[in-house]
């Protein structure tokens, strides 16, 4: 059902850099609406990590930074730490479904 | 500080037609720009986008399950409530409520509504 498609998977040891992508289409990403970024730890709700595709809400650190290019973009977390795994997710919006979509997730690990 | 909360029955039959309601604090649907949308997250799989209330009262909805949901307002209770028709197991999910126009500031804890005989 997703429309933007992340890898299931990325891990990286304390400290490393690792990179999330989310790859559109022309109907959403690449029709230039925003990207939406969520940090989703286990059993809770999703919280708000990167809004309007490179902005950050108060509170979330530095080491989160968003970005876009064409159909697709990128978050990338710097300086992995322990509380960073999670699982995250892009969100945008669609003109060809007239909605929001999300991406399929991506599983953070800290090795 | 902005909360929701949703409520609702943890579990229905098939067939059933389930009501959430999310009520909400620290903003008013009446101020321009407000909106709340519902999003379900199926046990292990990806966050979906059901629809979407703003304070106009204008109202969107998922183009896949357009027939069966119905969204509306209480502004005096500070309540949303959404409706989903004729239920089925593939329905299970956490439901949550959030607020915000192009992106969910803010998030319910959400609710785990079970279908099932």
């Known amino acids: 059902q997703s429309v933007l498609t992340q890898p299931p998977s990325v891990s990286g040891a304390p400290g490393q850099r690792v990179t999330i992508s989310c790859t559109g289409s022309?109907?959403?990403?690449?029709?230039?609406?925003?990207v939406n970024w969520y940090q989703q730890l286990a059993g809770t709700a999703p919280k708000l990590l990167i809004y309007?595709?490179?902005n950050r809400p108060s509170g979330v650190p530095d080491r989160f930074s968003g970005s876009k290019s064409g159909t697709s973009a990128s978050l990338v977390i710097t300086g992995l730490q322990a509380e960073d795994e999670a699982d995250y997710y892009c969100?945008?919006?669609?003109?060809?479904?007239?909605?929001?979509?999300f991406g399929t997730g991506t599983k953070v690990t800290v090795l | 500080q902005v909360t929701l909360r949703e409520s609702g029955p943890a579990l229905v039959k098939p067939t059933q037609t389930l009501t959430l309601t999310c009520t909400f604090s620290?903003?008013?649907?009446?101020?321009?720009?407000?909106?709340v949308s519902w999003i379900r997250q199926p046990p292990g799989k990806a966050l979906e986008w059901l629809a979407r209330?703003?304070?106009?009262?204008?109202?969107y909805y998922s183009t896949s399950l357009k027939t069966r949901l119905t969204i509306s307002k209480d502004t005096s209770k500070n309540q949303v409530v959404l409706i989903m028709t004729n239920m089925d197991p593939v329905d299970t999910a956490t439901y949550y409520c959030?607020?915000?126009?192009?992106?969910?500031?803010?998030w319910g804890q959400g609710t785990l509504v079970t279908v099932s005989t």
């Open positions: 620290g903003f008013s649907l009446n101020t321009s720009g407000a909106c």
């Open positions: 209330i703003d304070w106009e009262d204008d109202k």
């Open positions: 022309n109907s959403n990403i690449g029709a230039a609406y925003v």
């Open positions: 969100q945008s919006y669609d003109s060809r479904l007239s909605g929001e979509v």
């Open positions: 309007g595709d490179t």
């Open positions: 959030a607020r915000g126009q192009y992106h969910f500031d803010d």
